[in-house]
């Protein structure tokens, strides 16, 4: 429900601000948990304009009637590699229907117009100039894509660059209401390459395929993530969470699984021990180690021409299932992510692990 009114102080227990997913699923998982929660936002009812993305094995820590579209997905880094995990493309209007609780009340304005024993700052990522993963891509009808995507597809990564510059790679996904996404993206840099540079990239690789999606009507997705925010859980009443938290992974800019993830035992921490407690699931011990390896790994990312760039990700998707697993999902799988790294160091040759260590 979408209240305008005043809420009282005593008539909240949780104040959720941010209508995103990661501001949805928590103010679910409180409701549902028994808490009298106000979800709070300019414009809570807007539609979600991102794509997300996700693993199909973290597809169920989706609640029932949330949708998404299947693909295998496959790497170009150095050659051709299928993945064995398969990929999922959100239906955003079902996913964020299935978040959305009955008995969560819904505002229209900013946080600083309601109090309560615990605020959560979803509100998403501060951009400060910092590292940053940028994208521009183009939602096509999926016969315009066909030279790129085959349907049932994904082309996770393509590294082959389309002209000279910093490495980017193309990113091409089926889309839940049959267009296909095709974006280029710029992995990590600082500041992040502008858009315009993007699109000029993007129109070079898909003339390559002999693709012209001007002839089309495609409509525009711009992306922008910070990447090396730090492990931040608030203070005082404030729990931060998602994005506003760091809750992104500073290596390849997803975060959306992680808040599905933690969203239950964050909510029942409140519940139980209020925004202290709260704070302690969001960033354990082990998170923060993970994150401080990962970072790590951004910061040789940093430094990659894009070369060395294909070769990194060529030999990070040659690794193990399960290794690529713990680097990219396991949050707090402090031993399998320097297990995953230290595999992926002793496979590079020595140009690419000078770069790594140097950077570690």
Do not use: K
């Amino acid at each position: 429900m979408t209240d305008a009114g005043e809420v009282g102080a005593a008539g909240a227990d949780v104040v959720v601000a941010g209508a995103g997913p990661a501001g949805r699923v928590l103010a679910r998982e409180c409701a549902l948990r028994g808490l009298r929660t106000v979800l709070v936002a300019p414009r809570p009812d807007a539609r979600w304009p991102a794509t997300y993305g996700l693993w199909l094995d973290e597809a169920e820590l989706l609640p029932p009637g949330a949708g998404y579209v299947v693909a295998r997905a496959r790497v170009l880094a150095g050659g051709e590699r299928w993945l064995e995990r398969a990929y999922a493309v959100l239906d955003n209007d079902s996913v964020r229907n299935a978040l959305t609780h009955p008995d969560v009340v819904v505002r229209a304005g900013r946080v600083e117009e309601v109090t309560a024993p615990v605020i959560v700052d979803a509100t998403g990522a501060r951009s400060r100039g910092g590292v940053e993963q940028t994208a521009y891509g183009l939602r096509v009808p999926a016969p315009v894509a066909a030279r790129v995507v085959r349907p049932g597809e994904v082309v996770f990564m393509d590294w082959r660059q389309p002209g000279t510059g910093p490495p980017t790679f193309l990113y091409a996904v089926p889309l839940p209401d049959g267009r296909v996404l095709l974006e280029e993206t710029s992995l990590a840099r600082r500041p992040g390459l502008p858009f315009a540079v993007l699109r000029e990239r993007l129109l070079a690789r898909l003339a390559e395929h002999g693709v012209d999606p001007g002839r089309t009507e495609a409509e525009v997705e711009r992306v922008r993530i910070p990447l090396d925010a730090g492990a931040s859980a608030g203070a005082g009443r404030v729990v931060r969470f998602g994005a506003a938290a760091g809750l992104v992974h500073p290596a390849s800019g997803y975060g959306v699984a992680d808040a599905l993830r933690l969203a239950p035992a964050v909510a029942g921490a409140i519940a139980t021990g209020g925004a202290v407690a709260a704070r302690r699931v969001v960033w354990p011990a082990r998170a923060r180690a993970v994150h401080r390896l990962r970072r790590a790994g951004l910061r040789t990312l940093l430094t990659l021409d894009p070369d060395q760039t294909a070769e990194f990700f060529g030999l990070f998707f040659a690794l193990p299932p399960h290794r690529q697993r713990a680097y990219l999902s396991g949050r707090d799988d402090l031993a399998g992510t320097a297990a995953a790294m230290a595999a992926l160091f002793g496979a590079a040759r020595w140009p690419l692990r000078r770069r790594m260590a140097l950077r570690r």
